[in-house]
């Protein structure tokens, strides 16, 4: 049976200390800390993919998690004391969208679907999917692994839920109707209530704004994928980019003025911003790399992402403009 192992790594107690160089590694998944003086990332520097946390100041990093086995998702709890994320240590990690029936053509990697696990605001509890009875469903759990509570009780797929800004709402993803709708539920469980309708689409990405009134998405309901926008209750659905490619990973901005996504309508995948009702679009990457995974800081003045430019994926860092863009040397 398919268990995630939970684990949770107490940050405030620990050193910072210096990588050590290897080559070819690939560096993933970042996430900045809640004061924005550290990002959490998965690296594979010592071979396997583990857990690190670099300092933004002094680019010293720290292995948060020794394992041979992969982890990956690190989840910085909102207090910035610990950091939640998923690991491979009891058994390996199978789940797969698939797109117009084919499995691995969704380009998930450029999205954010992977950001696992969730954190309450109050830093008390995680939600998270697990197939460990069988097939995915939610589940949340206090911080220290204590209570234990299925969310979620479906024979099809319920996965990525995310806490609403005020703790009370948790929006997840369901194929329970046939197909991958967005869907929000009560932070027990109850009043499980679908808020998109497509026979045939994938709807993905649904994210908060940070006033928890709306949801930004990506959908493929107009046979590519957009971003669209929709009340926290799923009226007033609003779709805000426009193109024949991907539109993938929207994120809103600390301010909730303005959305960062990737997309590849200029033919490799680069950072675009936009104000949150789809004006003023800019593309602050121009690369014929794969950039991806973009997100903002907690100040919303620097804008961070993933890109395979030098050849492997790295971690980048700019401002919100899309200026003075560096790597993030994390290896000495």
Do not use: C
């Not at 099809?156 to 009370?168: A, H, K, L, M, R």
């Not at 957009?226 to 301010?255: C, E, K």
Request: glycine fraction near 6%; hydrophobic fraction near 30%; charged fraction near 25%.
């Amino acid at each position: 049976m398919l268990r995630f192992l939970f684990a949770i790594l107490f940050l405030l107690s620990a050193g910072m200390n210096s990588a050590q160089s290897q080559e070819n590694y690939s560096s993933i998944q970042p996430y900045w800390s809640p004061n924005g003086e550290h990002i959490a990332f998965v690296s594979s520097i010592s071979g396997n993919f583990e857990i690190y946390v670099v300092n933004l100041d002094t680019y010293q990093i720290q292995n948060m998690s020794h394992h041979p086995a992969d982890d990956y998702y690190p989840a910085w709890s909102p207090d910035g004391n610990h950091i939640a994320y998923f690991s491979e240590r009891e058994s390996e990690r199978s789940y797969e969208m698939s797109y117009e029936g084919q499995a691995n053509q969704l380009p998930i990697n450029s999205a954010r679907d992977g950001d696992l696990p969730s954190w309450s605001p109050n830093s008390r509890y995680i939600t998270y999917h697990s197939r460990e009875d069988g097939d995915f469903e939610i589940y949340s759990r206090r911080y220290d692994g204590e209570n234990l509570k299925r969310l979620t009780s479906n024979d099809t797929t319920d996965v990525y839920p995310f806490y609403s800004p005020d703790g009370e709402k948790i929006v997840f993803l369901s194929k329970r109707d046939g197909n991958m709708e967005i869907y929000v539920m009560d932070k027990n469980g109850n009043n499980q209530t679908r808020l998109t309708y497509s026979s045939w689409s994938y709807e993905i990405n649904p994210t908060w704004s940070p006033n928890g009134k709306k949801i930004a998405f990506a959908s493929d309901r107009n046979k590519n994928f957009d971003i669209y926008v929709m009340d926290a209750d799923g009226r007033h659905q609003r779709q805000l980019t426009n193109d024949l490619d991907f539109d993938l990973g929207p994120m809103w901005s600390p301010d909730g003025e303005k959305l960062v996504f990737s997309s590849n309508r200029h033919g490799s995948f680069d950072i675009f911003t936009m104000n949150a009702d789809g004006t003023n679009l800019k593309r602050l990457t121009k690369n014929s790399a794969r950039d991806h995974y973009a997100s903002w800081s907690p100040n919303g003045e620097k804008i961070i992402f993933i890109s395979d430019r030098s050849g492997t994926n790295e971690i980048f860092i700019m401002n919100k403009d899309g200026s003075e863009l560096r790597k993030i040397q994390i290896v000495e």
